[in-house]
């Protein structure tokens, strides 16, 4: 599955370096005047467990009307935290090679919504905002074959087992299947036989189940 991801990824690179795909990107920007806040994830959609990167674009007013330039030196006096549910992490930032861009390295490890909070001064003017970004999801996003489909298969044929198990303990009780001629030991193990067989089958779909 991480090879399969891997060469996904790369693909995904490949075909961006050469102009093949225009990436499509849902950041939120908000306007802390005169500049403007952009933030979002670097590979979307953003997955569980997979290597991402925050990434963020500061810009101001440029010299043409209309226009807009990258902001220098942003991250000098301001602070970013990443806060997911209660928890949070004061976060190490990256410059890119483009002015007003920036980034920072994150594993999202809980799927659901993350938010990003600045607090400080860009260039003397006070920055206090908490800006969402897109909820990480489950790697079924990525998943072919979805990996629950085995899963699920493999249940039902080790619940099928145990039905039939049932009935060949029911069919010793009443009789209806025979046991040799030394009696009550040859049953007893006859019974212990299939306990374990049963407890097995067992074992063997709570494992599963805590795989998936």
Not at 46 to 72: A, H, M, Q, S
Not at 135 to 146: K, M, N, Q, S, Y
Not at 166 to 184: F, H, M, P, R
Request: proline share 6%; net charge negative; hydrophobic share 40%.
């Amino acid at each position: 599955m991480m090879v399969v991801k891997i060469a996904f990824f790369s693909l995904v690179a490949i075909f961006f370096s050469i102009g093949m795909i225009v990436p499509s990107f849902a950041h939120t920007t908000v306007h802390v005047e005169p500049y403007e806040i952009e933030v979002g994830w670097g590979i979307e959609p953003p997955v569980v467990g997979i290597r991402n990167d925050l990434v963020f674009k500061i810009t101001e007013p440029g010299e043409t009307e209309g226009t807009r330039k990258g902001v220098t030196s942003v991250f000098k006096d301001l602070d970013a935290t990443v806060m997911f549910g209660g928890v949070s992490k004061k976060i190490d930032i990256n410059s890119d090679p483009r002015p007003g861009y920036y980034f920072s390295p994150i594993i999202p490890t809980k799927t659901g919504s993350y938010t990003v909070e600045f607090k400080g001064e860009i260039h003397g003017m006070s920055v206090d905002v908490t800006i969402p970004v897109e909820d990480v999801e489950p790697t079924a996003v990525l998943d072919f074959p979805p990996s629950s489909s085995a899963g699920d298969t493999d249940i039902t044929a080790l619940k099928n087992a145990i039905s039939s198990i049932q009935q060949d303990i029911s069919k010793l009780n009443s009789g209806e299947t025979k046991v040799s001629s030394n009696g009550g030991a040859a049953y007893n193990y006859a019974i212990f036989g299939l306990s374990i067989a049963a407890a097995a089958i067992i074992l063997a779909i709570v494992s599963l189940v805590k795989r998936k």
